[in-house]
Each structure stands twice: as structure tokens, then as C-alpha cells.
């Protein structure tokens, strides 16, 4: 091995020399020429997919599979080597290919077409999607008639397009799209039938509108059906999902009661086998779940909360023997400080941001916890946005 050998992928995807040179699309065990060029060693792959390295899906298709493996466990324990902790990395849970359940792709009309996909990466140019090597082949299949839909309803401007994998079918949601008159609802009608699309909503400005709708749409969830609202929250592949629940099953065992923070519509609520108390600040997930909980008699009770303003305090904290957090990726500061005084026997933490995430244990380590495992979660395969679940006890 020489000085000019790529020995590691840093955060933001380039390749990293021993002596500490960036190159864009290298892999580890390439090697770094003075001219810039590139050869490529064993870990490098050739990029499935036609629109890498342009749209901003992913940035590491040119990985193979040990190397990306090892981007996400590198990317933890960086984050970690940065607050001054060290843990016990369990092997990395990668998604595989064609299993994202959930996306927001964007769609804009531009000279007399209908682009939709991804942006490119660090820009708003819109990928026209044409393949896709991550999307659950549902969600990729409704991508070419859905242009084909915008450009009949006239759609002008530019929206999010919110797709998600329910258990009727797909759910589909378009931002910034009217609709109007008896031409365009039975467009939609028909769009919707043809492709077996379960639920379609716009929002033209005045808030959802859902324009189909044959059956409620819903999410199972520890074996219970959720009622779905438009565009939640949901882990982005099944796999994922089902490795941070195994995670959080095992973190929390023999806990006869559980405070699930940032619940969502109850990914672990629905799933731990205990009393669970479910805090979430969005009105409308937290119906859904209340509603769940309730119809399959499950002792789960839930308050609609902002943990940011209001996190638990420790007196609240302590009637639990288990914590599941899951925050978003800005991490909870405050609620870890009260957590780092707490009472409970164990704390499973679910991070979508490893620094964040290192920024919380820091305070936890400090208030005299310790990092039992922790397990890095490679949910958005090929990209370099890295998730775990940690358990901490005292
Ligand atoms: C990463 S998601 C996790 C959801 C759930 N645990 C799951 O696995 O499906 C983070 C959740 O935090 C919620 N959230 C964001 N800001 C919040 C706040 N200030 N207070 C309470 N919940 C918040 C979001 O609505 C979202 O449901």
C-alpha cells in the first residue's frame, strides 16, 4: 500500500488518502494519481445505474458491497471517535437493492414535458428518472404514467411527489397540483384504477385534498394495521425497519414499561411487548396510532407532545424501567441532558444522523451511562446517510 491509496470513504462520499487527500468516486484500495486520475482496486464497482453519479440518490454506487458495508460502520464510528467514545460495532444491517418503500421524488414541467425524479446532486435540476436501482419496483412503476398524468392535468409548476408503499398499494401525493372540473377528476379516477393505486392526494395550495380513495389506506405495524396519513413518517425500506425493531426488542427486553419518544405512527410502540408510552409531536400520526393501539386493545397511551419544547423531565423519565428514542436528525439535546440523569435501566436510542447522535451519547456517557452496542443501519443503500440503534445502561 502507498501514500496514494484511498484507504477510507469520508462522510460526504469522496475517497481519502493516507496522507489525507480527497478524490471524488474512489473506492477503497484505488489508488490516487498526481495528474488526479484514478485506478481502480477490488472495491471498485461499476454503478448499476445510468443516472450515477448525476442524481443525488446516491453517492456511492461505485462501492462494492464490502466497501459500502464498511462506509457505514466507519461513518458511526467516526462520528463516535469525534466525541471522544468508542463502542461495540455490530455488524452493519444493509438494505438490498429495489426495497424503498417511501421517497419524494419532484416533478416540474419544462419545455413541454413532465421531468420527474431525484434533484442532482447539490442542485434542484430534476433527475427524469429512467431507472432506478433503490425504489421498490411499485414505486418505480408508477413513475412514467404519473408523467403521463401531470402532463394531461396540465400541471404547470413544480411539486414534491410523495410516494409510500401502503397495504393497499401505493399511496401517491403531488404537491402544488390542482385539478379542477369533471375532465381531470375522471383522469385521476382512471389513473388510479389502471395502476392500482391506493390513495391519491393533491395539495393545490389549500391543504390535502384526497381524490381516491376505494378503501382506508393503512401501514402494518407490529402485526397492526395504522391508518396512513399522507406523507408520515415511515422507515424507508421493511428491512430497516425490521433490523431497528429487532434492535429496540432486544435493547428494552424484560421492560415491563417503555416511554417511546418521537413515536411516530408506533414502529416500536406497536411492537414492544410492554406498557408503552408514546410521545410524538405530529397531531396526525399520533391519532393514527392512538387509534391502532385502541382497536387492537393494546396498552399503549400516548400524548401528543413537542419533546423539543417540552422534553420528559427526569422525574417523568423515571417512572420507566426503558427509553426508546428516535428523534429526527437534528438529535434532542435537552431531552438527552434529562435522560442523562434518569433513573431507567436501559436507554435504545434510533439515530438517522451518526453525528447528532454521537453528540447525545456524549451527554449520556457523561452522566455516567455506557454504550452497550450499537448497531449501524444501512437503510438508504448506496447514499451516505447512515442510521443505527444503540443500547445504553448504567
Ligand atoms: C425519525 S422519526 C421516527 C418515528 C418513529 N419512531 C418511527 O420509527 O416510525 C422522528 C419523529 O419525530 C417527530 N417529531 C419531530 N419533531 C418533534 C418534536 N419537536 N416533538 C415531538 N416529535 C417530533 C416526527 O413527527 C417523527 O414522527
Known sequence: MTSDTILRVAARGDGVTADGRHAAFAAPGDSLHADGTLSHGPHHQTPPCRHFPECGGCQLQHLDDEAYAAFVTDRVASALAGQELAADLRAPLVSPPDTRRRATLHAEAKGGRILLGFTAEKSHAIVDLRECHVLAPALFAIVAPLRGLLQSLGFRRRGDVHLTLADQGLDVMVSNLT?????????????????????????????????????????????????????????????????????????????????????????????????????????????????????????????????????????????????????????????????????????????????????????????????DWVQPVGQFRWSTHVELAARFVR
Open 179 to 371: 385539478a379542477d372540473g369533471l375532465d381531470a377528476a375522471e383522469a385521476i379516477t382512471a389513473f388510479c384504477e389502471r395502476h392500482g393505486v391506493a390513495r391519491f392526494t393533491i395539495d393545490g395550495g389549500y391543504g390535502l385534498e384526497t381524490r381516491w380513495e376505494p378503501r382506508p389506506v393503512t401501514i402494518t405495524l407490529g402485526g397492526q394495521p395504522v391508518p396512513l396519513p399522507p406523507a408520515s413518517f415511515l422507515q424507508a425500506t421493511q428491512e430497516g425497519e425490521d433490523a431497528l425493531v429487532a434492535a429496540m426488542r432486544e435493547a428494552t427486553q424484560g421492560a415491563g414499561t417503555i416511554a417511546d419518544l418521537f413515536a411516530g405512527l408506533g414502529t416500536f410502540s406497536l411492537a414492544l411487548p410492554a406498557r408503552v408510552y408514546a410521545a410524538e409531536g405530529a397531531r396526525d400520526a399520533l391519532a393514527a396510532l392512538k387509534a391502532a393501539a385502541g382497536r387492537a386493545q393494546l396498552p399503549v397511551f400516548t400524548e401528543h407532545r413537542d419533546l423539543y419544547r417540552r422534553p420528559l423531565t427526569v422525574a417523568e423519565l423515571d417512572r420507566f424501567d426503558a427509553i426508546v428514542i428516535d428523534p429526527p436528525r437534528a438529535g434532542a439535546r435537552d431531552q438527552a441532558e434529562a435522560l442523562a440523569a434518569c433513573q431507567a435501566k436501559v436507554i435504545g436510542y434510533v439515530s438517522c444522523n451518526p453525528s447528532s447522535f454521537a453528540r447525545d451519547a456524549r451527554l449520556l456517557v457523561d452522566g455516567g451511562w455506557r454504550i
